[in-house]
């Protein structure tokens, strides 16, 4: 077992800095890697919104085109006659 003096005691106080500095390092790179992370993020969510967007408008596009292909087809095939034209 080892003896336990002021030699051995500043030693692990030496040790125990080291460990204390490597660990401090290891907390800056994580939050570094946090604030990356939650950047990541952001973008995605906010890819993800765009997409949201892009596929509302198609939807609404297209069925704007099969109201209005509706209203064409339901104008042609009334006679003129009925549309005050003849």
Not at 50 to 73: A, G, P, R, W
Request: hydrophobic residues 50%.
């Amino acid at each position: 077992m080892a003896e336990i003096d002021k030699d051995n005691l500043e030693e692990k106080i030496k040790i125990l800095d080291e460990d204390i500095q490597k660990v401090n390092e290891l907390l800056i790179k994580l939050e570094k890697d946090k604030v990356n992370a939650l950047a990541t993020m952001n973008a995605l969510q906010g890819a993800k919104s765009q997409c949201v967007t892009f596929i509302k408008n198609y939807i609404m596009m297209k069925t704007s085109h099969l109201v209005l292909v509706m209203i064409v087809n339901t104008i042609s095939n009334i006679p003129l006659i009925h549309m005050g034209f003849i």
